[in-house]
């Protein structure tokens, strides 16, 4: 069974930094995208950044842009999401996401159904 397993989250304030990780067993995430994603309640999932081969091949969210690093280290089979410069609309569920195939087999931004594993989800509040 393939599990991931977010961890990270908590209650800071505007303008703190938090770093998530995503811990994933069960599967190699060296040639698969790895994504992170977000939800508040009522309102629909939102992507948020990818990485694809390497930490060079990344994608972000314009809400996101400039403030979040996404990272991985495939040999602890691990993705990271650095979150600076936080702000209250930042709150979410944040949720890690595997890529259902290889890198190779995606030519634009993924969207929600081109990942079939997902983590618990790890709950980020920021405060104003």
């Known amino acids: 069974q393939v599990q991931l397993v977010e961890t990270g989250g908590g209650l800071v304030r505007a303008g703190d930094s938090l770093r998530l990780s995503c811990v994933v067993s069960?599967?190699?995430?060296?040639?698969?995208?790895m994504a992170w994603f977000r939800q508040t309640p009522g309102k629909e999932r939102e992507f948020v950044a990818c990485?694809?081969?390497?930490?060079?091949?990344?994608y972000y969210s314009d809400s996101v842009q400039g403030r979040f690093i996404i990272a991985r280290d495939n040999p602890k089979n691990t993705v990271y999401l650095q979150m600076n410069a936080l702000k209250p609309e930042d709150t979410a569920v944040y949720y890690c996401?595997?890529?259902?195939?290889?890198?190779?087999?995606?030519?634009?931004?993924?969207?929600?159904?081109?990942?079939?594993?997902w983590g618990q989800g790890t709950q980020v509040t920021v405060s104003s």
């Open positions: 069960g599967r190699d995430i060296s040639r698969r995208i």
């Open positions: 990485v694809g081969n390497n930490d060079a091949a990344t």
């Open positions: 996401a595997l890529s259902t195939n290889y890198w190779w087999a995606y030519s634009n931004v993924p969207a929600q159904t081109d990942f079939d594993s």
